[in-house]
């Protein structure tokens, strides 16, 4: 399996990024990891090589990206406003940097995106905000009232727009919801997952503004490396 560690300076994020990506055919998906996981966490918890027999065969990529979540959501000693704009540049890293690193490697122009737990928050928020550029996104145990979670009753624009729950009922905009109505999300849970209510919540707003998703729900906790090697490889496998 031809694996690739990639570093490079982010303007977005004025700072240093890296990932790992797997494969050189097939469709290509971003991984995003948990609360404060980095680029490697994906593999080091086995979840590449879950998913090694589709790589192998050249129908599936893997780029696993890191995290800024310890200077934005995690930041407790930041102003929730400047934790936004922290998120906000590393949505711009996204778009910006690493989805044309992913056309020029790939040559496919759009991708899945995927995560657990906090990373499938991040898939979701991304795939909903840029449906251009996420075709099928696959979250596993996310959850998804972010905002009101992390930023200790501040709610703004910024806040608004990094909360699915909230923007999903409001949208409207013609363009954007049929380019989602293009696309494919699941949202994979246990049905004793904490978290479970707000991916009933959200299904019921993806089947509402008739987004085409899967709610899949798991018997048991759900949150937790076993139960996302068996996510993984029936979403990807």
């Known amino acids: 399996m031809r694996r690739d560690y990639i570093k490079w300076y982010s303007p977005s994020l004025h ?24 680029f490697w966490e994906y593999e080091d918890r086995g979840m590449v090589g879950a998913l090694a027999p589709k790589i192998d065969r050249g129908e599936l990529q893997v780029i696993c990206l890191d995290s800024v979540d310890r200077e934005s959501w995690y930041n407790e000693g930041a102003h929730p406003a400047d934790r936004l704009h922290r998120q906000n540049a590393f949505d ?5 940097e690493a989805a044309p690193f992913v056309r020029d490697r790939t040559s496919w122009p759009r991708m899945g995106a995927t995560g657990c737990s906090f990373g499938g928050y991040h898939a979701i928020n991304f795939a909903l905000r840029h449906p251009d550029l996420v075709t099928y996104a696959v979250s ?3 959850g998804f009232d972010i905002p009101k979670r992390f930023l200790s009753g501040h709610y703004d624009q910024n806040a608004y727009f990094n909360a699915p729950l ?10 954007l919801l049929e380019q989602c109505r293009r696309n494919y999300f699941v949202l994979a849970v246990g049905n004793h997952d904490p978290l479970f209510d707000q991916n009933v919540k959200l ?29 993984a490889e029936k979403f990807f496998g």
């Open 166 to 175: 909230d923007y999903l009922p409001n949208l409207n905009d013609g363009q």
């Open 140 to 142: 596993m145990s996310g």
């Open 92 to 96: 711009a890293y996204l778009v910006n």
């Open 15 to 38: 700072r240093d990024m890296e990932l790992l990506a797997f494969g050189d055919r097939g469709f290509p998906v971003v991984v995003f990891p948990t609360s404060g996981g980095q």
């Open 203 to 231: 299904a019921h707003w993806l089947g509402v503004k008739q987004i085409p998703h899967t709610l899949d729900v798991w018997e048991g906790f759900g949150h937790d490396w076993p139960w996302w090697h068996q996510m």
